[in-house]
């Protein structure tokens, strides 16, 4: 049975496993289902945006991404709630993709950073069935697909769709579109970039120790600097509200 708690108004999965190929399977139980991975932006930013909350709220699957939401769900359910990357499960999900035929799709990115990381994704997973990609133009609020580029991704008959645009345009994304596909859909962030190599991955140890941010804001500052200073500094202020009245 899926474990769910309230963290911070979002129901979120609490998983006490890192057995990536176990979570993978359990996805697919249902068709169609919705995945997403919350770390303190997303979570900070639910508690602003409506219409990220509701896309949460309305997704099957939302998983602990960062180190600080994973021990939150600890404080909260008393469990022994485990960080659940989202790249790690997409690597369990192309494995069972090329041992079960299951096709996989892509959609976000720059087309360079997408060729990339099929080139990496298909060296790394001999016989991985990529049945689409698709790198769509820069456009500023949400992304609308054509009815054309619709039924492009509908004809590609793909049972995994990896949506890399970013939070909250790649939530809001999956929310509006989920049901019209049958397929998984999991927004995946960052994930694209690192398994591409156009950006470096934070170290494991990092992320075991929630200092992934740190690795990245360095990395990357200009871009970084203003979510991490608001949104981990909104996150500390509503932890320690949290601590000293339980609630």
Same mark, same amino acid.
């Given at each position: 049975m899926v474990e769910r708690t309230l963290t911070f108004g979002r129901k979120t999965i609490v998983e006490e496993t890192r057995h990536f190929d176990v979570i993978a399977s359990n996805i697919t139980k249902k068709t169609g289902q919705s995945v997403f991975f919350c770390n303190v932006h997303m979570l900070m930013l639910s508690q602003e945006d409506p219409v990220l909350a509701k896309a949460m709220d309305k997704a099957d699957w939302v998983f602990a991404d960062s180190a600080p939401v994973a021990w939150l769900q600890r404080r909260i359910s008393g469990k022994d709630a485990k960080v659940i990357p989202g790249y790690k499960i997409m690597l369990a999900i192309f494995d069972r993709a090329v041992k079960n035929g299951e096709k996989i799709g892509f959609l976000g990115s720059t087309p360079d950073v997408i060729s990339q990381l099929v080139n990496n994704l298909s060296a790394r997973f001999e016989g991985?069935?990529?049945? /689409? *990609? /698709?790198?769509? #133009?820069?456009? *500023?609020?949400?992304?609308?697909?054509? #009815?054309?580029e619709l039924q492009e991704l509908k004809d590609a008959d793909i049972q995994w769709l990896f949506v890399g645009l970013g939070c909250p345009k790649q939530e809001k994304w999956i929310a509006t579109y989920s049901g019209k596909l049958n397929c998984h859909t999991l927004g995946v962030g960052a994930a694209f970039d690192w398994l591409s190599g156009s950006i470096k991955k934070p170290p494991d140890w990092m992320e075991r120790f929630g200092l992934a941010w740190v690795f990245r804001l360095m990395n990357n500052p200009r871009r970084m600097w203003?979510? /991490?200073?608001i949104y981990n500094t909104k996150f500390l202020i509503r932890v320690s509200g949290f601590l000293i009245r339980g609630k």
């Open positions: 991985l069935p990529v049945a /689409y *990609q /698709y790198s769509p #133009p820069f456009m *500023q609020g949400e992304l609308v697909l054509t #009815p054309e203003s979510r /991490y200073l």
